[in-house]
């Protein structure tokens, strides 16, 4: 074995013992806000709320039962579109929807249910990223059981980009290992890429990331150059005020309603080493990347699942999930 390897694999255990000795609590800051919502409350009031708090997703409460009632994420206004894509007439329908109805939508047009997992926040983090992944969520609710009422309590929401953040900033030591480039463990997606045009329709757009099961889209020109990224929640102000019909815009108008702290996209070229992607998650606020050739034309797309996925289990052998 190669010096290099030895040390990617020294990179790696570090990296794992790691998540396993700290949990889904210290990865919260010390002080956060948690904006949980009633599955009372309308779709289109939800949407409105989201974009007034600068939030893209929020777990929901069943205050009858006073239970923890599942994730609201873009995935599901993207469900409500596919449901007013099929049943066009039904846009008065559509507009009197509840959180609570999110499940009939789903059932109504055929998706397949993303499972709610959550984990309790003192459960080792490498549990809590092992569900997250299993699930393909791309979240995971804290939920922890009140003391004196016994009753369930959300506490927070984790990430996949929170958690290779705390990963990026706390262990240098380790991620200073990985030495490898991305081409060499073929870390990424290359092969049927979904991508689009400015000038193809949002709907489109939405339609390619339902059936590749993805949350970014590369925008590139004739040239197969790269000239942005649409990601999920770029449908949210796309549909702010029961909007459908702004759905038939195109992505280059609707990429001029993203927020004004809006980061921006991050690129990275095949030959760079996991390392070096840790450097950039540790100074930005990077989701995704998308892999360019030095002309910056599309070569593949590295997501934040890939990049979990390697640190946990690469090398690993059996079921490495634990029982939910
Ligand atoms: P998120 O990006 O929301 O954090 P994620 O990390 O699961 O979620 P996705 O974008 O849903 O990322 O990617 C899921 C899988 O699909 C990954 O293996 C990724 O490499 C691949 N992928 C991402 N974008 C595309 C694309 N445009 N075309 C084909 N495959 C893609």
Not at 54 to 65: H, R, Y
Not at 249 to 271: H, M, N, W
């Amino acid at each position: 074995m190669s010096p290099i390897d030895e040390e990617q694999i020294q990179g790696l255990k570090g990296l794992r013992d790691f998540l396993k000795k700290r949990t889904s609590y210290d990865v919260l800051p010390l002080s956060f806000r948690l904006i949980v919502l009633d599955n009372d409350l309308l779709i289109k009031k939800s949407l409105n709320i989201l974009i007034q708090n600068g939030i893209v997703s929020a777990p929901l409460w069943d205050s009858q039962n006073s239970r923890f009632a599942g994730l609201l994420t873009s995935t599901d206004y993207i469900n409500v579109i596919q449901y007013y894509c099929q049943f066009p007439n039904e846009l008065d329908n559509v507009e009197k929807f509840r959180l609570s109805n999110l499940r009939e939508i789903e059932k109504a047009i055929g998706v397949h249910t993303i499972e709610t997992v959550s984990v309790h926040p003192s459960r080792p983090l490498f549990e809590a990223c092992s569900r997250m992944l299993k699930s393909r969520a791309r979240r995971i609710p804290l939920v922890d059981i009140d003391d004196e009422t016994g009753r369930e309590t959300v506490v927070s929401v984790i990430t996949q980009y929170r958690i290779l953040k705390f990963i990026a900033v706390n262990t240098e030591q380790h991620t200073s290992l990985l030495k490898k480039t991305i081409q060499e463990i073929r870390l990424g997606t290359y092969k049927n890429l979904a991508t689009c045009k400015m000038t193809d329709s949002v709907l489109d757009v939405i339609n390619l990331m339902v059936v590749h099961n993805i949350s970014a889209v590369p925008v590139i020109d004739k040239n197969n150059t790269v000239l942005n990224v649409f990601e999920a929640v770029d449908v949210i102000p796309c549909i702010k005020g029961g909007a459908y019909d702004e759905l038939k815009s195109t992505v280059g108008e609707a990429l001029t309603k993203r927020p004004e702290d809006f980061q921006g996209i991050y690129t990275c070229t095949e030959g760079d080493r996991l390392e070096s992607i840790f450097q950039t998650i540790r100074q930005s606020r990077v989701h995704r990347l998308v892999v360019v050739d030095d002309d910056h034309k599309l070569r593949g797309m590295l997501s934040l699942s890939d990049i979990l996925k390697y640190v946990l289990f690469h090398g690993e052998e059996g079921d490495y999930f634990p029982p939910s």
